[in-house]
């Protein structure tokens, strides 16, 4: 088979000029009119004559131009022609052939020359195997990455359908484990020797750039022996290595937001992780700001290679509600990890459900979440009794602070636990009386594995002597930095008297934020799920009264305290609005609307629709309604609306984002390759089955002929023009 390709065929449009040399030719014929003369009558025949040799001459000529521009650019189009031998004469062995394409994200790395892409040549490679697959035998295409892996499942001996299929194959944004396409590659290899026992050979060939990651699951120590036992089983395993040269890549890994002055105030600042992880060039980098769509700045770092860097954009004064920034760096040779974005709300604003025990149980946390009446103050709060609990939807609210409440019953144990694992804030106070035991079997369910990581043991009473009374110091949580910064913060000076003991477990899930100086933990935060919950193990009640607990409610520094805590709150409630790609995330609905409809909306501006699903939540047993986000595929800002009817009842924001995995370009050399192949399985023999393909570039000899044939149009032209004196002669160049 005879291909020609043209590299730049772009430049065939100036083809056009090819009729230069007509209009040449039509313009510069001679006109005459005739004018009857007897003394010039024995000349006509002379005359014809020579004419009709001049138009002959001008004709050549034209065709000669004509075919010297056609050479030139044909030239200039870099023509190169690939003959390949297809061996139609060659006689199935009963091989099936399973072509695993890497389709993981950095294929799309491109090469500083050719500018071709590593996924290009792969395609290109295995299209070329398919055309030298003997008939008789059959084949199955796989790929490698989180999405798409069947594209040829049932064996399949049409391979011109073969050929098309993976010509229309697109890389994914995702990474990928080729461990885990191979055992897909060996069920399916192991179906079809049941179905037909003709096939007598399996021929496995991974078409990959050689990246690192795709093979890291494989060659892990533990995963040795079982990975060379994977490819005992095929017969036959060849790698062909599609990897190209780049320039440099550089990938921004994560976005984070801060809240400088508070999670209420309106300034935040988004803070971007760059990483170096190859370039030729010593150059600047820059680094582009988006807010809700519209350009804002651009950041200039100087980044060397195997480097990183922290990029920041401080916003002040941004109106109230949700926003969106990308931060995108400067095109590189990968420019699927350029991107990230990232979704806040500024101020941030919560919904509070405080439950309160006693009278006045909640005060100290009602004055310090809503310390104004002003009207736009981002907290809502919602006071109600325990008895009222059962009743609320707690999906509904941000924050649920049981304060005083000693969550008496299953139900709301239940309850609490899976608000919390969904997302929620839930913030315990202990009251005059706690019930200990109860509390525990919501802190503590190690029968079920759901505890928080501590339990509560007995009430102690600190000294009360000034001189040796228990007091606050700040932990090595992230929530009280500010607090550890500013030795004059005031926790020293709050006295304690009365506390809960608390006994940590060896998880590590439940975190120091306070505690005595002493060492006792007064004020912890254990992550569960999407959510957290804060637990103080002495009282916040604001009181005057000789039994009381502590001063540390109505101390100055409890509202920054809690404020700090919120602020962080709202950061990990962030990271949780960016989902990894490849990933099919899962979202609770709130049916206080009743049935809804979610619309989404896609990067692309595409429209997915989503139907609700309803099951039990593992953690509280009661029924919510879900949709899962199963289309979850490019990366960028997906907007959601949940219709009630026509209605858009509410709405929400959610990045996608790229897990930056494959960006290092580590190849995988052939020795280290060597130590997970044994000398049994047939390696690199991937040539023997390939088409034979002889590759010729004519830039050069069309080139070489083009002057040449302006050589002969320069000689001619000469020729032609040079006076013969002869009479009657018509002399036209």
């Given at each position: 088979?005879?291909?020609?390709?043209?590299?730049?065929?772009?430049?065939?449009?100036?083809?056009?000029?090819?009729?230069?040399?007509?209009?040449?030719?039509?313009?510069?014929?001679?006109?005459?009119?005739?004018?009857?003369?007897?003394?010039?009558?024995?000349?006509?025949?002379?005359?014809?004559?020579?004419?009709?040799?001049?138009?002959?001459?001008?004709?050549?000529?034209?065709?000669?131009?004509?075919?010297?521009?056609?050479?030139?650019?044909?030239?200039?189009?870099?023509?190169?022609?690939?003959?390949?031998?297809?061996?139609?004469?060659?006689?199935?062995?009963?091989?099936?052939?399973?072509?695993?394409?890497?389709?993981?994200?950095?294929?799309?790395?491109?090469?500083?020359?050719?500018?071709?892409?590593?996924?290009?040549?792969?395609?290109?490679?295995?299209?070329?195997?398919?055309?030298?697959?003997?008939?008789?035998?059959?084949?199955?295409?796989?790929?490698?990455?989180?999405?798409?892996?069947?594209?040829?499942?049932?064996?399949?001996?049409?391979?011109?359908?073969?050929?098309?299929?993976?010509?229309?194959?697109?890389?994914?944004?995702?990474?990928?484990?080729?461990?885990?396409?191979?055992?897909?590659?060996l069920d399916l290899v192991t179906d079809a020797r049941k179905?037909?026992?003709?096939?007598?050979?399996?021929?496995?060939?991974?078409?990959?750039?050689?990246?690192?990651?795709?093979?890291?699951?494989?060659?892990?120590?533990?995963?040795?022996?079982?990975?060379?036992?994977?490819?005992?089983?095929?017969?036959?395993?060849?790698?062909?290595?599609?990897?190209?040269?780049?320039?440099?890549?550089?990938?921004?890994?994560?976005?984070?937001?801060?809240?400088?002055?508070?999670?209420?105030?309106?300034?935040?600042?988004?803070?971007?992780?760059?990483?170096?992880?190859?370039?030729?060039?010593?150059?600047?980098?820059?680094?582009?700001?988006?807010?809700?769509?519209?350009?804002?700045?651009?950041?200039?770092?100087?980044?060397?290679?195997?480097?990183?860097?922290?990029?920041?954009?401080?916003?002040?004064?941004?109106?109230?509600?949700?926003?969106?920034?990308?931060?995108?760096?400067?095109?590189?040779?990968?420019?699927?990890?350029?991107?990230?974005?990232?979704?806040?709300?500024?101020?941030?604003?919560?919904?509070?459900?405080?439950?309160?025990?006693?009278?006045?149980?909640?005060?100290?946390?009602?004055?310090?979440?809503?310390?104004?009446?002003?009207?736009?103050?981002?907290?809502?709060?919602?006071?109600?009794?325990?008895?009222?609990?059962?009743?609320?939807?707690?999906?509904?609210?941000?924050?649920?602070?049981?304060?005083?409440?000693?969550?008496?019953?299953?139900?709301?144990?239940?309850?609490?636990?899976?608000?919390?694992?969904?997302?929620?804030?839930?913030?315990?106070?202990?009251?005059?009386?706690?019930?200990?035991?109860?509390?525990?079997?919501?802190?503590?369910?190690?029968?079920?594995?759901?505890?928080?990581?501590?339990?509560?043991?007995?009430?102690?009473?600190?000294?009360?002597?000034?001189?040796?009374?228990?007091?606050?110091?700040?932990?090595?949580?992230?929530?009280?930095?500010?607090?550890?910064?500013?030795?004059?913060?005031?926790?020293?000076?709050?006295?304690?008297?009365?506390?809960?003991?608390?006994?940590?477990?060896?998880?590590?899930?439940?975190?120091?934020?306070?505690?005595?100086?002493?060492?006792?933990?007064?004020?912890?935060?254990?992550?569960?799920?999407?959510?957290?919950?804060?637990?103080?193990?002495?009282?916040?009640?604001?009181?005057?009264?000789?039994?009381?607990?502590?001063?540390?409610?109505?101390?100055?520094?409890?509202?920054?305290?809690?404020?700090?805590?919120?602020?962080?709150?709202?950061?990990?409630?962030?990271?949780?609005?960016?989902?990894?790609?490849?990933?099919?995330?899962?979202?609770?609905?709130?049916?206080?609307?009743?049935?809804?409809?979610?619309?989404?909306?896609?990067?692309?501006?595409?429209?997915?629709?989503?139907?609700?699903?309803?099951?039990?939540?593992?953690?509280?047993?009661?029924?919510?309604?879900?949709?899962?986000?199963?289309?979850?595929?490019?990366?960028?800002?997906?907007?959601?609306?949940?219709?009630?009817?026509?209605?858009?009842?509410?709405?929400?924001?959610?990045?996608?984002?790229?897990k930056v995995t494959e960006s290092d370009h580590q190849l995988?050399?052939?020795?280290?390759?060597?130590?997970?192949?044994?000398?049994?399985?047939?390696?690199?023999?991937?040539?023997?089955?390939?088409?034979?393909?002889?590759?010729?570039?004519?830039?050069?000899?069309?080139?070489?002929?083009?002057?040449?044939?302006?050589?002969?149009?320069?000689?001619?032209?000469?020729?032609?023009?040079?006076?013969?004196?002869?009479?009657?002669?018509?002399?036209?160049?």
């Open positions: 088979m005879l291909a020609l390709i043209f590299e730049s065929p772009e430049r065939l449009w100036w083809s056009f000029v090819l009729l230069v040399p007509l209009l040449i030719h039509l313009l510069r014929r001679r006109r005459f009119q005739q004018q009857a003369w007897a003394a010039m009558q024995f000349l006509l025949q002379a005359m014809e004559e020579e004419w009709q040799k001049a138009r002959l001459r001008n004709l050549s000529l034209m065709i000669l131009r004509a075919l010297i521009l056609a050479c030139f650019l044909a030239a200039i189009s870099a023509p190169r022609s690939d003959t390949m031998n297809l061996n139609p004469g060659k006689v199935s062995d009963g091989t099936y052939h399973v072509l695993v394409i890497d389709a993981s994200y950095s294929m799309n790395t491109t090469d500083s020359q050719s500018g071709e892409s590593a996924f290009e040549l792969a395609k290109q490679k295995a299209i070329e195997y398919t055309r030298g697959i003997a008939q008789g035998d059959v084949v199955s295409v796989l790929t490698i990455g989180e999405f798409e892996r069947w594209v040829i499942e049932v064996p399949a001996s049409d391979f011109q359908q073969a050929a098309l299929a993976i010509d229309e194959l697109e890389p994914q944004p995702t990474g990928g484990s080729l461990k885990t396409v191979l055992a897909s590659a179905s037909d026992p003709d096939l007598l050979v399996a021929r496995v060939v991974v078409f990959t750039d050689m990246e690192q990651n795709l093979w890291d699951e494989m060659l892990n120590d533990g995963q040795h022996d079982s990975s060379q036992d994977l490819l005992r089983q095929f017969g036959q395993v060849a790698v062909v290595d599609c990897s190209v040269n780049p320039a440099a890549n550089l990938a921004i890994k994560n976005l984070t937001i801060s809240y400088p002055q508070g999670a209420f105030a309106s300034q935040v600042s988004i803070l971007a992780e760059v990483d170096c992880y190859y370039k030729t060039a010593e150059t600047a980098t820059g680094v582009s700001w988006f807010v809700d769509n519209e350009f804002v700045r651009r950041d200039e770092i100087e980044i060397g290679e195997q480097q990183s860097a922290t990029v920041s954009l401080p916003l002040q004064d941004l109106s109230a509600g949700r926003h969106q920034i990308e931060a995108r760096l400067d095109d590189d040779s990968l420019m699927l990890d350029n991107s990230q974005w990232i979704v806040f709300e500024s101020p941030a604003s919560f919904r509070v459900l405080c439950i309160e025990g006693e009278r006045g149980d909640a005060d100290a946390v009602e004055l310090a979440l809503h310390p104004t009446d002003d009207p736009d103050w981002p907290v809502t709060i919602q006071q109600i009794s325990e008895a009222e609990l059962e009743q609320q939807i707690l999906t509904d609210f941000d924050v649920v602070a049981l304060c005083g409440v000693n969550i008496s019953t299953e139900l709301n144990e239940r309850r609490l636990r899976g608000f919390v694992h969904q997302g929620g804030t839930l913030l315990v106070t202990p009251g005059r009386n706690p019930n200990i035991k109860s509390l525990n079997r919501f802190f503590d369910n190690q029968d079920q594995d759901l505890g928080f990581g501590f339990r509560w043991k007995k009430v102690s009473s600190g000294p009360t002597s000034d001189e040796t009374k228990m007091s606050v110091r700040a932990g090595d949580h992230k929530i009280v930095e500010l607090f550890k910064q500013n030795p004059e913060n005031g926790l020293g000076a709050i006295p304690i008297y009365k506390y809960v003991e608390v006994e940590l477990r060896e998880s590590g899930q439940a975190q120091v934020v306070l505690e005595s100086d002493d060492g006792k933990p007064l004020y912890l935060y254990s992550p569960f799920g999407k959510g957290c919950l804060l637990t103080f193990s002495t009282s916040i009640l604001i009181s005057q009264e000789e039994e009381r607990w502590s001063d540390l409610g109505v101390w100055p520094s409890f509202l920054p305290l809690l404020h700090e805590t919120l602020k962080f709150v709202v950061g990990r409630r962030a990271e949780h609005a960016d989902v990894l790609l490849g990933s099919a995330p899962e979202y609770g609905v709130s049916m206080q609307y009743g049935p809804l409809d979610v619309h989404v909306q896609n990067p692309d501006g595409s429209l997915s629709k989503y139907d609700l699903e309803f099951k039990g939540n593992q953690y509280s047993s009661e029924v919510f309604a879900y949709w899962w986000h199963h289309d979850f595929e490019s990366p960028g800002i997906y907007h959601v609306d949940y219709l009630a009817g026509a209605k858009t009842v509410d709405s929400s924001l959610i990045a996608g984002n790229l995988l050399q052939s020795s280290v390759l060597d130590t997970l192949i044994e000398s049994d399985i047939n390696v690199d023999e991937i040539a023997q089955f390939l088409p034979t393909t002889l590759n010729q570039a004519w830039f050069q000899p069309l080139l070489l002929v083009t002057l040449g044939l302006l050589l002969l149009e320069i000689i001619w032209v000469s020729r032609v023009m040079k006076p013969s004196g002869k009479p009657g002669e018509v002399i036209d160049g």
